[in-house]
């Protein structure tokens, strides 16, 4: 088990030109973790409203109120500088949500988006962060190797193409992964995963076999939601993004975090459906 690591505050705030919430009262503050192949502005996906320079608003989200987000090395298609949520986009992260700490005064709900789901769960794994006070993550991994093979064994010369991806990439093979981080989160850390069928770039046995293992290591706050249909990294915009909404909704009214009602009440029947139990993997094997 990882020793947890504390970092102090003392941060400096830049405020971005085009803010995504009037700096209005808000119970929460949310931190938004993008995945590979986008960028910061993947949040505007998931929140209801968004800056005045888009022009447009959401009818489905899962994020309302004062957000904040940023950039990866790899955003904008530099997938080469990605590390998988390894330690380099940790410490990325950290640094991020102690600035927003720093800002807003406000405990954190925290949401990822595939690699950028796995860096926050490897992030609350290694730090002491009691400001957390809920995980909402999209379609993680268990091992960046799973995710690797999975998406290049679809080419030819798997083998040479995939050393050579591993050369390029700031992913480390002796890095740390989610899978063995488990144990360095907390007990009774609120945490909803979702998760679809469809997912061509995360295997859906991928993000099982790390919900069955905080199951297995008493984590009871666990809630697993699995869509049959949704495109990776477009779940809430997808067929059964209603479905994804309300039961975070519903996930947020559990443990008393700002919520819809309207959505909450809509996603009560799924969300039991999504309480602590192991899973089998076998049915998904082949996915």
């Not at 409203?49 to 109120?65: A, M, Q």
């Not at 006070?133 to 995939?162: G, R």
């Not at 909450?264 to 996915?287: E, H, I, Q, R």
Request: aromatic residues 12%.
């Amino acid at each position: 088990m990882h020793k947890k690591l504390s970092i102090g505050l003392g941060w400096q705030f830049l405020y971005a030109s085009c803010s995504l919430f009037a700096a209005t009262p808000e119970e929460v503050v949310y931190v938004f973790s993008h995945g590979i192949w986008d960028n910061n502005e993947q949040v505007y996906h998931y929140t209801q409203e968004i800056p005045d320079c888009f022009s447009k608003s959401h009818d489905r989200y899962i994020i309302n109120g004062p957000v904040q987000t940023f950039d990866y090395p790899d955003a904008k298609y530099k997938i080469y500088n990605t590390s998988l949520g390894q330690k380099n986009e940790v410490e990325i992260l950290v640094d991020e949500l102690y600035k927003t700490i720093g800002k807003y005064q406000k405990d954190v709900v925290m949401v990822g988006v595939s690699r950028g789901a796995v860096a926050a769960f490897n992030m609350i794994a290694l730090y002491d962060l009691p400001q957390i006070k809920a995980l909402v993550i999209e379609s993680p991994f268990d091992s960046p190797e799973t995710v690797l093979s999975h998406n290049l064994s679809k080419v030819s010369f798997f083998s040479k193409i995939t050393n050579f991806a591993k050369k390029i990439m700031a992913y480390k093979e002796d890095g740390i992964q989610a899978i063995d981080l488990v144990d360095g989160i907390p007990q009774d850390l609120p945490i909803l995963i979702i998760a679809s069928e469809e997912d061509q770039r995360v295997p859906i046995h991928s993000t099982l076999t790390l919900y069955n293992k905080l199951i297995e290591t008493g984590h009871q706050n666990v809630h697993l939601l699995i869509l049959k249909k949704g495109q990776h990294g477009k779940l809430l915009r997808g067929h059964e993004g209603w479905k994804y909404q309300n039961v975070t909704h519903a996930f947020y009214k559990k443990y008393a975090l700002p919520h819809n009602k309207t959505f909450a009440k809509l996603g009560k029947k799924d969300f039991v459906k999504s309480m602590s139990k192991p899973y089998l993997l076998a049915t998904f094997d082949d996915k």
